[in-house]
Each structure stands twice: as C-alpha cells, then as structure tokens.
C-alpha cells in the first residue's frame, strides 16, 4: 500500500471501532482510535501471518497487550479478511467470540489473553524466547502497549529479560496517548522519558510520530534490522484521534462515542479495504514430543527424602523422556531443585531471576508455542505472581507449577519464607489440578501425571526429609486419596496431605495404643478432590478431622467440605490449620506451635471421641 492507502486503512480501522463499540454500547473505542495508524502499517507491510493456519510454525506474533483496545484488533482482523462485519457488530454480546478484552479461547489468531493490563510484554518475551531457543525459528513478536501500562512492575521485569536474552526478534510498539482511565498517565507526551527506561536495558528505541505512516513504516523496517537488541518504538498519538470532539480530550476512556453517526462520517465514512497480511516463511515444523520411555526415579519404603529433592528428579527424567518438556526457575533451583534438570538439559532450562511474574509470563509464552513448562520457585513467591496465573487460567495455557518450602514445615526461616496461602489460591483458579505429595514415589508419578493435563497444574513440595511410605509401583490418580490406616472400628477419620500424614500417622498408632482407632486418609489431590472416598468415611465415622500446614482459609478444610455441598448431611468437620504468625524456630517445634503436629492431632481426636481424661 502506498501512503494514502495506509492512511486510508487506519481512518477504517477507527470507524470500524467506532460502530463496534456503538453496537455494543461499551468499549473502548479512543483507546483504539489512537493506534489505528499502527495497526494499520503493521498489518498491511511487515506482519507475516496466515490467519488460515493459526498454527502456522512461521507465523509472526502479534500480542496485543492494551486488550481493552479490543475493537481496534477485530477490525484489524475484518481488514484482514479473518471474520466479517456482521461478526465484528456482534462486539461483546452474548455468544460473539468478540469479548471485550480478547482470549485465545475464542478466537485462534489471539496468542494471550490481555486485559489485565501489563501481561502482553512478558508473554511476549517468552514467545520470543521460545523462537530463539527452542523453536529455532524466524518468526517476528510485535507488542503493542498502552502507555497506562508502562507503570506495571511486570513490564520493566519484562524489558530487563529481553534485553538481557538479546530477544532481537521482539519489537514492543508504545502507544503514547498520554491519557489514562482517569486522566493524563505519568509521563504525557514525554516519549524520551520513556525511550531512556528502555535504553537502561539495553532496548534499542526509535521515537516517533504514530500518525505518521511513513514514519511508522520506516521504524517497523529498522527494528526488524536491528541485531542484537530487542526494539521499543515510541510512538506519539492522541487519543480519539480524528474526530474533533474527541481527540485528546479527558473522561472518554471505555465509553462510546455520543454521536457514531458524526464521528464516522467526519472520518470519511465507512469503508471496505482489505488487507493482504504478508504470507509466513516455510519453517521447519515445531519440535515433536517426547518418544523416549519415562523412567523415574524409585526409592524404597522407610528412606529419608525431601519432596522437593524428588520433584527435582522426577523433573529430569521426564524431560529424558520427552524433549517438549522445559523447565523455569526463580534463582532458587538449588532449594527447588530444578538445578537438576538444569544439569541434565541445559538447552531447556530458563534461569528467569528473581522475577516471578516474568517467569509465570515466560512459561504461558512457552506453552503458546506448545512446549511443556515446568516453572518453580518457594510457595509463597508464587502469590507475587498469582495474577499472572490467573490470566493464564483465562488463556486456557497448560503450565505446571511447583512451590517448594510450603508451610511452617520450613522451619527457622520464618514466615515471610513459609507458603501458607497457595492451596487457596491456586484451588481458586478455574479448572485447576492442585496436588500435594507426602513422599518421593507419590511425588515422582504426580508429576509425570501432570505433564499431560489441562489448565494450570499446581504441585506443593516440602523443604524437610520425611519417611517415603509408598512403593516405587503404587498408581495416584489424580483426584484419588489414599487409605492408610482403617477398620470396621473407626472412631473418626484424620484426613492430612504432605508434612501433615507423616503426623497423622503418628498420631493414629499412638491412639491405637489407646484403643481409639482411627482412620487416616492421604488427600494428596486437594483438587479434584476425592468426593466419594470422604462421603464413606463420613459415614462410616461420623466426624472427619482435616490437618494441615497451611492457613485455615481455602486450603486442605476446605476442600474437604467441597465433598458434601450437594445437599447431603454435611458431617461434624473440625479443622487443624495454621492460626498464628508464626517465628522462627525449628520444623518440630513449628509444627507443635500451630497445633498440627502427632501431639496436637491425638489430643483432638480425644476430645472428638470423648475420650479426653478430665482432672
């Protein structure tokens, strides 16, 4: 296209926002009014994508990381030809793949779901990273951002990895309409205040005017020339550009235009260009999965081992087995022991520093691109993390998580160490799988389970050795438990998972020794939870008794009460948790001090049998 074509282009992609949002009476349609003059350029000069084959290993990725300038993308894609305009008046009704922040659940050419603002840049970073180092392939990452956005941590964690990787097939386009929700953003229309944030990480940065067409084309042209440095340009716009009544004006963020007849016909009314994106490269397919046997490692019952050295294991089999499994770690490998798999397979293991919203980013990126990641770091750093997470669950991405070092388990560290919070939180993203191992067998084929599930996966493992009690060839379904001590005599059940078992099993010999038996279930799948298996033991003992290394909200308790929600009789459930703030002071005596140690479970069950010696 030459340059009154280009323009003519962005003028439709601003009326085409305009109708959408008036069509729908929401949406954010100066938001996209702004960038119209660089989607416009990118689609029609430099974008290579085949919309026919989403899945196309040579596709260039486009992550819109503004995702509230949804109508500014759709019409891109109708300029495209990917869907038509009777689609794109369907913006944000009931049933329109047309949502008002896009997802790749709806629409197969969205690579994130955005919206959450912050996010596109570090999922964009992990799609370039995978091209550089594991795809091995040609494909471009072009981010557009809001400038709103550029006040989000997640963004600089972002910009340091790129500049530190060299991710120089990553261009992160600014939309510097220096107008936010509620007013002017921090930086206006300063672009060098931002330009020099970039430099500081080693970004080459063009500045520009974003109105500009020809200029836009020459930056786009530069940054896919530029070798060795990821590319920021900086482009100047206003918001609500061409139409008098709303051009750079505050108070219109996310409403529609009061009069979308006027303003389309002051943009020159509508019209029906049609793009031809760029064709992608012919690249080599993407890599295939694993086709070795998985071996992993086996110990024997009555040995000392720490879960999380067992995860570390388990991990680097699994990634022998299977060259589409990769590892992420927080700069804690040798506490999570992922070290392992670094040491093993150092072509698939990504040291993402102490930035754990990168690292959650990196691994959705990954998974993007149909890798298999494995992200790990302490339980309790993953809640800096938890909306990255949560976006990646609205992303309908497959990432496997671990947290080692949960719960006062940890001993002298303290609390700002202890993961007390992650059952709850990871229970709480839609369609999760949350498993909580208590030896080294047990931990080992969980983890091989979750290489093939849906969702977010997430695996809780401990600092502390403790006895393995499995054997080697013991199967865990996930959403199964286990029913390690039971008889027709139970007076009540103590349902427990990880460091907790171990207790819950010293506890019920030391109340057999008493005659008070007791049954002791192992819910090592906190969800899905075994909803049959506690009904019987409800049943059969008539009161159930959770323990658990963890903080009473959301976690273990209340996965167990999840089981009788249905109407049924819900059973006499009393709660063993973490109720204190704990300090530092060693795993034993921890345990003790929250009341959830053999010592603290025996004396509950006592009271709940009536047994309890009263002076």
Known sequence: MNTDELVA?????????????????????????????????????????DFDRPDHPGNDRFVLSKGHASPLLYSAYKAAGALDDEELLGFRKLGSRLEGHPTPQRLPWVETATGSLGQGLPIGVGIALAGKRLDRADYRVWVLCGDSEMAEGSIWEAAEHA????LDNLTVIVDVNRLGQRGPTRHGHDLDAYARRFRAFDWHTIEIDGHDVDAIDRAYGEAISTTGQPTAIIARTLKGKGVHDTEDREGLHGKPLKDADEAIEELGGVRDIRVRVHEPPSVRPLHAGGAGTLELPRWDKGEQVATRDAYGRALTALGTARGDVVALDGEVGDST???????????????????????IATAVGFA???????????????????????????????????????????????????????LAMMRAVHGSTVLYPSDANQTAKLLAETADLDGIRYLRTSRGATPVIYGP?????????????????????IVAAGVTLHEALAAADALAEEDIPVRVIDLYSVKPVDRATLRRAAEDTGCLLTVEDHREEGGLGDAVLDAFLDGRPVPRLVRLAVRTMPGSASPAEQLHAAGIDAESIAASARLLVEEAVVP
């Open 9 to 49: 282009l962005g003028q439709q992609l601003r009326v085409d926002s305009v109708r959408a949002a008036a069509a729908a009476g929401s949406g954010h349609p100066t938001s996209s009014m702004s960038a119209a003059d660089l989607m416009a350029v990118l689609f029609a000069h430099h974008l290579r994508y």
């Open 163 to 166: 500049g530190y990787e060299h």
């Open 337 to 359: 022991r992922s070290e392992l798999f670094a040491k093993e397979h150092p072509d698939r293991f990504f040291e993402c520093y102490i930035a754990e919203q990168q690292m």
């Open 368 to 422: 993007r691109r149909g890798w298999v990641p494995y992200a790990s770091t302490f339980a309790a750093f993953l809640t800096r993390a938890y909306d990255f997470v949560r976006m990646a669950s609205i992303s309908g991405s497959g990432i496997n998580l671990n947290g080692s070092h949960a719960g006062v388990a940890i001993g002298q560290d303290g609390p700002s160490q202890m993961g007390l919070e992650d």
């Open 473 to 493: 060839d013991e199967e865990f379904p996930v959403g199964g438990s286990k029913v390690l001590r039971s008889s027709g005599d139970d007076r009540l059940t």
